[in-house]
């Protein structure tokens, strides 16, 4: 079967940064995606990552493993808005997207 | 980017009537689709909406339930028929408008009573 798994539920300090897991095992691979969730709010989408290596785009950074079937969102410089749940979603080989459960944020002052 | 604008944004309903979501896009896109999020829980795909023809439905979805039409290329709408308590979730229309990015309307809140 497919699989995507991240932390439920991580917590950090403002100013600080965190790093969230995801590791997938798909049928085939056309790319990962991140999203943020604010609660009670549409997913906004953060960063697209098809080949291996980090992808820098300001506070936040995203980074692929094909071999291992993993990636993590990196944000620095926390701020309380980024309280939030964040999505892993991996791209399967009929482009039908696999949604992790999401990781809840919590960022404390 | 796209620019979606999903319509209503929250409903309560009574157990047995039907609620149509609308989703309309600011651009042409081949790809669409709805999705269900309960409270807490990640998306789960309901359906892609294809245009000029029937909607391709995800395993516990079918077309009694959930019908969808697409009339063009710009718009979308899902049906949510004969509601019970049990429907009461956030629904979201998406577009995929290039392979590495998808946007997501706001959501319709839906509460059954």
């Known amino acids: 079967g497919q699989n995507i798994d991240q932390p439920t539920e991580m917590t950090a300090t403002e100013g600080a940064i965190v790093q969230i897991n995801c590791t997938y095992q798909?049928?085939?691979?056309?790319?990962l995606f991140w999203y943020q969730q604010h609660a009670g709010e549409a997913p906004t989408f953060l960063s697209y990552?098809?080949l291996d290596g980090l992808e820098e785009k300001g506070r936040f950074s995203s980074f692929l493993s094909r071999s291992k079937g993993y990636s993590y969102l990196l944000l620095k410089e926390l701020q309380m808005k980024d309280s939030a749940s964040y999505l892993c979603?991996?791209?399967?080989?009929?482009?039908?997207?696999?949604w992790g459960a999401g990781t809840k944020l919590i960022i404390k002052p | 980017s796209a620019v979606i604008s999903q319509k209503p944004s929250r409903d309560i309903c009574q157990r047995g009537t039907s609620l149509t979501i609308q989703c309309q896009v600011d651009?042409?896109?081949?790809?669409m689709f709805w999705y269900r999020q309960q409270p807490g829980q990640s998306l789960t795909l309901i359906a892609t909406?294809?245009?000029?023809?029937?909607?391709?439905?995800e395993s516990g979805f079918v077309i009694d339930k959930f019908p969808i039409s697409r009339p063009n290329l710009t718009f979308s709408t899902l049906t949510v028929s004969n509601m019970s308590p049990e429907d009461s979730s956030i629904y979201l229309c998406s577009v995929r408008p290039r392979e590495n990015i998808q946007y997501f309307g706001a959501g319709t809140r839906l509460s059954v009573l």
């Open positions: 979603a991996v791209m399967d080989s009929n482009y039908q997207l696999i």
């Open positions: 651009s042409q896109v081949t790809m």
């Open positions: 990552n098809v």
């Open positions: 798909t049928s085939g691979f056309n790319g």
């Open positions: 909406a294809n245009q000029g023809s029937e909607a391709t439905y």
